[in-house]
């Protein structure tokens, strides 16, 4: 007799449309302490692999899930993923992948350049598998938004960004110490950062290069706009050229802005002005102050927030003695300002404290309650929704992680127009600016298609 493999979901469908039914037993009795069942193990396949893409498929593997397979235009640059996982299958087209081990494949991990995002992203829904992408969740606000109507067409499917921050301790504390009235109605945030830590405020290359022949760059440019390779792009520097990043403001802020997005309910801003170096029409700026305003909402009032990046700081704060570093973050930081005191915070919402000392030791003393769930983390979070044992991840995409995103991209529409950029709050459409169609949603080149 011959012997034919089965999976597991065609075994289920097939006695479902018999007519039979069984009775599943426990794993611990079918497998003894510690085991775990197949369908507890998502098999997880890593669309880019190097950089945030290297630690991201660890963390899902410390969290549960397998790295089946390994998706890299680069194969030079993969290789530490390759050796570190080597029973995974290895590929250098997502498509490809996704139309030949599909079957195989229950969830997927995005860790491209963010011109990429969107693209991978739609592509892998629609062939509903689980998706962890990396931050910003796209390019433009037109992909954001579509990334956010193909995720509501698959209800169920587990959808995470990666802006980890979101999963932490401090994003919680400082939620619950502003709601206890730690530092009184908040007026203002500001944030900070070291970024950009590759070059902006340049013009593109002239000199003639040719590509690593272990890059496909082809596949590397994907849908943006064709252009000769040159290393000022890939791997490390692509962040600043709007064709494939969004400037410091789309690496760190979707890290940054998230406490306050999520804590005081921002939404839509109504207006946002964008201050900024010498401006180039191919990369974002070497550095920039953008402020947004948010109207009042619900029990709070107007809320205004600035945005720093190539190195400036917001003015250092009155308690504060000389002594006192400033700012006190290298990668950056974050400073709510109320009607009774300030706090400060990492990028990532880490290690909030009170400015005022006594304060600081008051609320440590006597903390307020734990109002919001605590999260197992990021990866944690999304291969639990994936097996079933845990709610849907807390930055969803059209959820928090799409809205969290639009947000922060409206800011590179003022910083590329050069204008004060006035919103309808309600909406987030454009009310005094006829924006070119190009930065409202990136240019597809022949071939790839949302």
Wanted: charged share 20%.
């Amino acid at each position: 007799m011959s012997r034919k493999k089965v999976s597991r979901r065609r075994f289920v469908g097939d006695v479902a449309a018999a007519g039979l039914t069984f009775t599943i037993v426990p794993r611990h009795v079918l497998g003894g302490k510690g085991y775990t069942a197949p369908s507890d193990i998502p098999n997880v396949a890593a669309i880019g692999v190097g950089g945030k893409g290297r630690s991201d498929i660890d963390g899902i593997r410390d969290a549960g899930g397998v790295i089946s397979a390994i998706c890299d235009v680069d194969w030079d640059y993969a290789h530490d993923a390759f050796i570190h996982y080597p029973k995974a299958t290895r590929w250098r087209d997502y498509r490809e992948m996704l139309d030949k081990a599909g079957k195989s494949i229950d969830a997927v991990t995005i860790a491209t350049p963010d011109h990429s995002h969107a693209a991978a992203t739609i592509l892998a829904l629609r062939n509903k598998k689980a998706v962890y992408c990396q931050k910003p969740l796209a390019h433009s606000l037109g992909e954001v938004r579509a990334v956010m109507a193909e995720a509501k067409k698959v209800p169920g499917v587990a959808t995470q960004m990666g802006n980890q921050g979101h999963a932490g301790e401090g994003t919680r504390q400082i939620r619950e110490w502003v709601e206890a009235g730690a530092i009184g109605p908040v007026r203002e945030v500001h944030y900070w950062t070291n970024r950009p830590i590759w070059p902006q405020g340049i013009d593109r290359p002239v000199q003639a290069y040719n590509p690593p022949p272990s890059l496909d760059w082809n596949l590397w440019i994907g849908p943006a706009p064709d252009r000769p390779y040159a290393p000022a792009y890939a791997p490390f520097s692509w962040r600043g050229w709007w064709d494939f990043g969004c400037g410091a403001l789309g690496d760190m802020a979707c890290h940054g802005m998230d406490a306050a997005f999520w804590a005081l309910d921002l939404g839509y801003p109504r207006r946002i002005e964008a201050e900024a170096t010498t401006s180039h029409t191919e990369t974002a700026p070497k550095a920039s102050r953008i402020t947004y305003w948010f109207p009042a909402k619900g029990n709070r009032g107007e809320i205004k927030v600035v945005w720093r990046d190539g190195g400036i700081w917001p003015p250092k704060p009155d308690i504060l003695g000389p002594d006192d570093p400033w700012p006190p973050e290298d990668i950056g930081g974050q400073m709510w300002v109320g009607d009774s005191g300030a706090l400060l915070a990492g990028m990532y919402g880490e290690d909030p404290k009170l400015l005022d000392a006594a304060k600081d030791a008051a609320i440590r003393a006597n903390p307020p309650a734990k109002k919001y769930p605590r999260s197992p983390g990021v990866y944690a979070e999304w291969i639990q929704a994936i097996t079933g044992k845990g709610p849907a991840p807390m930055s969803s995409f059209d959820g928090h992680a799409g809205h969290l995103t639009e947000m922060v991209l409206l800011g590179n529409l003022a910083i590329r127009s050069g204008r004060v950029v006035e919103l309808d709050p309600a909406t987030g459409a454009v009310k005094n600016l006829n924006l070119p169609p190009e930065m409202i949603t990136s240019p597809y080149r022949a071939g790839w298609t949302l």
